[in-house]
């Protein structure tokens, strides 16, 4: 266990050492907080149309939870930069030649990718539970459980998509590459998963790793003090519930995160530095 707190530790001097990975980081935190400040302060209120709703508990872990998984996305550019420069500047190479394992390189970055899942996943807690506990009339017990399950499927979410970047870090070794090949993913499996049948979009990765961080539904919360505007919403749109058992989700989000990291170690062994 010592070993691989030392690997740890090295890792995150190895990251720290990558301006790129500070800054994303920092980046991430600045530009979610300021957009919360934002939109808390703008306080619009029409007519019973308000955004406070997205502000208040039970909403806020949605709303929240949502926004936070985009902006982390960040943290995925930060990975395939790391991993890039890395082959770059045969880093890997240097350690297998000092008696590193290649499984320790994997566990080393799985490691990176689990303590960085767990940071963010503490920071929408903390953040959803002070706004949420500021700005909401009455708060329960109730409200701040729910943001344990809400924290656990981010955390679980963010993990799968940090395995998936280190998939495609450890193939294209290019850093330039890597992030080019990562901003096309995300539209195309969208185009790809619309020759599917319904049920079975939900089955892709990146549609299940939006299942545990849905977007929430933004007209339905802005009008809910208005009792019309809320009728007219019921009958005209609504958000779809996922067709399949947010269980069934999270076993679809675990086999990509296990397949992902077996498809890196099957690619270390068969290839050379």
Not at 57 to 68: E, G, K, N
Not at 90 to 95: E, G, I
Not at 154 to 177: G, K, P, Y
Not at 258 to 269: E, Y
Request: hydrophobic share 60%; with cysteine.
């Amino acid at each position: 266990m010592k070993r691989w707190l030392n690997l740890l530790a090295i890792e995150w001097t190895k990251a720290k050492s990558f301006y790129a990975f500070g800054i994303s980081i920092v980046a991430q935190l600045v530009v979610f907080v300021v957009l919360l400040v934002v939109g808390v302060n703008l306080n619009i209120e029409v007519e019973g149309v308000s955004i406070s709703p997205f502000f208040e508990f039970p909403h806020i872990w949605t709303s929240f939870a949502w926004l936070l998984g985009w902006i982390s996305l960040f943290t995925c550019f930060a990975f395939l930069v790391i991993v890039g420069a890395e082959f770059g500047e045969r880093t890997f190479n240097f350690q297998l030649a000092n008696g590193l394992k290649r499984y320790e390189l994997l566990g080393a970055k799985v490691f990176l990718a689990i303590v960085l899942s767990v940071f963010w996943s503490l920071v929408l807690f903390v953040v959803v539970v002070v706004f949420g506990s500021y700005h909401t009339p009455s708060v329960e017990l109730v409200n701040i459980y729910q943001g344990l399950e809400v924290s656990l499927f981010f955390f679980l979410r963010t993990f799968c998509l940090l395995a998936i970047t280190l998939v495609l870090a450890f193939i294209i070794r290019n850093t330039a590459l890597s992030i080019l090949a990562f901003v096309v993913i995300i539209p195309f499996e969208a185009i790809l998963r619309t020759v599917f049948p319904e049920v079975a979009r939900y089955f892709f990765p990146l549609k299940a790793l939006q299942n545990l961080a849905p977007m929430p539904d933004f007209f339905g919360l802005a009008v809910m003090n208005n009792p019309e505007l809320a009728a007219l919403k019921s009958t005209v749109t609504a958000v779809d519930a996922p067709l399949i058992p947010i269980e069934v989700t999270v076993a679809v989000v675990v086999i990509y995160s296990i397949a992902s990291l077996a498809a890196i170690f099957f690619f270390l062994r068969k290839r050379s530095f």
